[in-house]
């Protein structure tokens, strides 16, 4: 069995109940998720979320990833595959982990995906605009999303100029931020605050919290009054 003491672990503040980081974004037309984490099934049934039309990935670390085999339920309602977008490197990724989905002979039942290669192009998912944002976990290259004035940035500790400025201009932005302590692949608190506030944006949420940061509460009194923590659960609207 296994337990923790931590005071996150143990908080009653329904803000630090963190589940893996994933977002759900949704227009009057289109519904896409951002990962399909391992808490994937959950997050979906714990919403209600009836309606899916694309997942887009942003690297393939199994945190990101390892929720895919749950779309299955979609596939049934919807009877047709799955839309899935994802560069090269996570592309390799999910035909090796998942090489039932893409086999030629399939048994019945598995997930059925239209898998799709993105780069940095920008490119539409029904009516919802997608522009391809490339950050760096350490040496990794991974894809963060600008949807509309809606920044989503997952799992980086650099972001190049060229990059950043495909940033600016965002009403919302949300940042990876780990813990207060130096971290070889993702930004700090402090890093994170002060990506924040170089690029000028005016709503900012910090998510992919380890529960080494803190509690929602503590963390947030420390934070500049348009920076909070993103919990489960959190909407925001455009």
Same mark, same amino acid.
């Given at each position: 069995m296994i337990g923790c003491d931590c005071p996150v672990c143990t908080s009653t503040d329904k803000k630090d109940k963190r589940l893996r980081s994933s977002i759900l974004v949704q227009s009057p037309q289109t519904s896409l998720v951002v990962d399909t984490t391992p808490d994937f099934r959950y997050q979906m049934l714990r919403i209600n979320n009836r309606k899916l039309d694309a997942v887009l990935y942003t690297h393939p670390h199994k945190d990101h990833l390892a929720g895919l085999d749950d779309i299955r339920a979609y596939n049934y309602f919807t009877k047709k595959p799955m839309d899935i977008y994802a560069n090269r490197l996570t592309e390799e990724a999910l035909r090796r982990d998942y090489y039932y989905a893409f086999s030629d002979t399939k048994y019945p039942g598995v997930p059925e995906v239209k898998l799709i290669t993105i780069d940095e192009?920008?490119? /539409? /998912?029904?009516? /919802?605009?997608?522009?391809?944002?490339? @950050?760096?976990?350490?040496?990794?290259? @991974?894809?963060?999303?600008?949807?509309?004035?809606?920044?989503?940035?997952?799992? !980086?500790?650099?972001?190049? $100029?060229?990059?950043?400025?495909?940033?600016?201009?965002?009403? /919302? *932005?949300?940042?990876?931020?780990?813990?207060? $302590? !130096?971290?070889?692949?993702?930004?700090?608190?402090? $890093? !994170? @605050?002060?990506? !924040?506030?170089? *690029?000028?944006?005016? $709503? @900012?949420?910090?998510?992919?919290?380890?529960?080494?940061?803190g509690k929602n509460t503590a963390i947030n009194a420390e934070l500049p009054s348009h920076m909070q923590l993103a919990y489960d659960g959190l909407k925001l609207e455009l």
């Open positions: 192009s920008p490119f /539409i /998912i029904g009516d /919802i605009p997608v522009l391809p944002v490339e @950050v760096l976990h350490h040496k990794m290259p @991974v894809l963060g999303f600008r949807f509309g004035d809606f920044t989503y940035i997952t799992d !980086a500790n650099k972001i190049e $100029e060229r990059e950043k400025e495909k940033i600016k201009g965002s009403k /919302i *932005l949300v940042l990876n931020t780990l813990r207060k $302590e !130096a971290h070889l692949s993702h930004f700090t608190l402090q $890093e !994170a @605050v002060d990506l !924040a506030t170089e *690029l000028q944006i005016p $709503e @900012v949420y910090f998510t992919h919290i380890s529960h080494q940061l």
